[in-house]
């Protein structure tokens, strides 16, 4: 499984940006999907997560509530993290992961996609 995410950028105060990641690969299904940013100097963070199968969101990091929005595309195996008001906090390389498992199995594996630069200037 490749996880293929794409969307960062500079963007000023107050502006939006929107990520996406997609996964590919055969005899696969998805468990889970979300974003994890990590700043200079800080620990990755999650920041969105949602449940594959059910669609529901499981945790939104506590800054970000309100002005991200993680959303799914199930056809194209593709998440989207819609990034509103961004803040210079916000600054940071994002990546994706998806937990997954080959059909049949029962063991969940897990993959990180590149990291994809935001930048919030003020």
């Known amino acids: 499984v490749q996880l293929q995410a794409s969307g960062g950028g500079l963007v000023q105060t107050g502006g939006s940006l929107r990520l996406s990641c997609a996964a590919s690969?055969?005899?696969?299904?998805?468990?889970?999907m979300g974003w994890y940013r990590q700043a200079p100097g800080k620990q990755r963070e999650s920041v969105a997560t949602?449940?594959?199968?059910?669609?529901?969101?499981?945790n939104y990091e506590p800054s970000v509530q309100g002005r991200f929005t993680i959303s799914t595309d199930a056809a194209k195996k593709t998440v989207h993290l819609q990034m509103n008001s961004l803040k210079s906090e916000d600054t940071a390389v994002y990546f994706c992961?998806?937990?997954?498992?080959?059909?049949?199995?029962?063991?969940?594996?897990?993959?990180w996609g590149r990291g994809t630069q935001v930048t919030v200037s003020s």
């Open positions: 690969g055969s005899g696969f299904s998805l468990e889970s």
């Open positions: 992961h998806a937990r997954w498992r080959y059909y049949g199995r029962t063991y969940v594996r897990e993959n």
């Open positions: 949602v449940d594959w199968n059910s669609g529901v969101v499981t």
